[in-house]
C-alpha cells in the first residue's frame, strides 16, 4: 500500500492502526485487477476523509450524513430526472431535441447514469450505485463546461457556480459511513432489474403527460420525481429526520438542485418553504409518537 494513501489518515490514527489498514489494503488486493486496486484505493481514501472531517460512525456528523444521504440521493436523482423530462419534452413539441450531436447525447447518457445509480442506491445497492450517480453528475458538469469553453472566459460567476452545488450534492453520500448506510430496501435482483426498467418508462410518461398540456409546468416535472425517489427511500429515510438539523439536511438538498433547475425560485419560494416546515411539524410528531410507543411496548 502506499504511503502516500497511508498519509492522509490523521496522524495518532495512523499511529495505532495504519500497519492494520496496510495489511487489510494488501489482503484485499493481493491478486487483483486493477479496477479492484482502484476501488480499494477509494475506499481507503473515503474512510480517511470521513476521519479527518469528524464524519465517521462515532461521530456526530457521521450520523448527520446518514441521515440526509437517502435524500441527498433524491435529489440528486430528481435533478436527472428534470433534466430527461424536459429533454423529452422539449423534442415531443417542438421536433428539435437538445440532445443533437455527441455533446447532446453525453448529456442524455450522464443523466441517465445519474438518475438509475441514484435508484441503485436507494434500492439496495448502495456502494456502487452512489458512486454511479457521482458519475454522471460529474459527466454533466464536464459536458456543460465543454460546451461553455468558447465563452468561458466571459462567462458570468453565477453560471460557473451552477455547476458546484450539484456535484458537493452528489458527492456526499460517498462520504456516509458503511456501517450507517441505509438499509436495503428490495433484496432481489429481479426487483432491481424491474425498478430499473420501470425508471427511465416512469421518465418518458411525466414527459409525454406534461407535453399533453397536463399540468404543464416545470415544477411538475421535478416534483414527481422527488416524490417517487421518496417513497423508495421509504420509511426508514423519515425515520432519521426526527431533529430540526437532521430534517433541515434533508430539505436543502431540493431546494438548492430545485433553484439551480430553474423550478424554485421568488414565485414560489414562500409557499415551498411553507409546505416544507408545515411537512417538518408532521414528521417530528410522527417520530414522537411512534419513538413513544415503542418506548411504551
Known amino acids: 500500500m502506499s504511503l502516500r494513501l497511508l498519509r492522509l489518515y ?3 490514527y495512523r499511529r495505532a492502526f495504519g500497519d492494520e489498514v496496510a495489511e487489510a489494503y494488501r ?7 486493477p479496477v479492484a486496486r482502484l476501488r480499494e484505493a477509494c475506499d481507503i481514501v473515503a474512510h480517511a476523509v470521513r476521519l ?10 457521521g450520523h448527520l450524513l446518514a441521515a440526509a444521504a437517502p435524500f441527498l440521493l433524491a435529489a440528486t436523482g430528481a435533478r436527472a430526472a428534470f433534466l ?13 431535441t437538445d440532445a443533437e450531436g455527441p455533446l447532446g447525447h453525453a448529456l442524455v447518457a ?3 447514469l445519474t438518475l438509475v445509480g441514484a435508484v441503485l442506491a436507494l434500492g439496495g445497492r448502495y456502494a456502487v450505485g452512489a458512486r454511479c450517480a457521482f458519475a454522471g453528475v460529474v459527466g454533466t458538469s464536464a459536458c456543460l463546461l465543454t460546451a461553455s469553453l468558447p465563452g468561458a472566459l466571459e462567462m458570468p460567476l453565477e453560471h ?25 430496501r428490495i433484496a432481489g435482483t429481479a426487483g432491481l432489474a424491474a425498478l430499473l426498467v420501470w425508471t427511465p418508462t416512469a421518465v418518458a410518461i411525466l414527459a409525454l403527460v406534461d407535453a399533453h398540456g397536463v399540468a404543464m409546468f416545470p415544477l411538475w416535472r421535478f416534483a414527481v420525481p422527488v416524490a ?36 424554485v425560485g421568488e414565485a414560489n419560494a414562500v409557499p415551498c418553504l411553507v409546505l416544507l416546515a408545515a411537512t417538518g411539524v408532521a414528521v417530528r410528531a410522527w417520530h414522537r409518537r411512534n419513538t413513544g410507543a415503542a418506548g411504551r411496548a
Do not use: K, M, Q, W
Not at 479527518?52 to 456528523?61: T, V, Y
Not at 421518496?230 to 431546494?255: H, Q, Y
Open 84 to 96: 430527461l423530462a424536459s429533454t423529452l419534452n422539449r423534442a415531443y413539441t417542438t421536433g428539435r
Open 228 to 263: 417517487a425517489l421518496l417513497v423508495l427511500a421509504g420509511r426508514p429515510a423519515l425515520s432519521g429526520t426526527g431533529t430540526a438539523g437532521r430534517f433541515a439536511s434533508a430539505v436543502v438538498p431540493f431546494l438548492v438542485l430545485g433553484h439551480f433547475c430553474g423550478v
Open 160 to 184: 460557473a457556480a451552477y455547476l458546484v452545488p450539484p456535484l458537493v450534492i452528489a458527492a456526499l453520500p460517498l462520504l456516509c459511513p458503511a456501517d450507517l448506510r441505509p438499509p436495503r
Open 27 to 33: 489482503e484485499a488486493t493481493e491478486g487483483a485487477g
Open 52 to 61: 479527518r472531517l469528524r464524519i465517521g460512525s462515532a461521530h456526530r456528523g
Open 10 to 12: 490523521p496522524a495518532e
Open 110 to 112: 450522464c443523466d441517465v
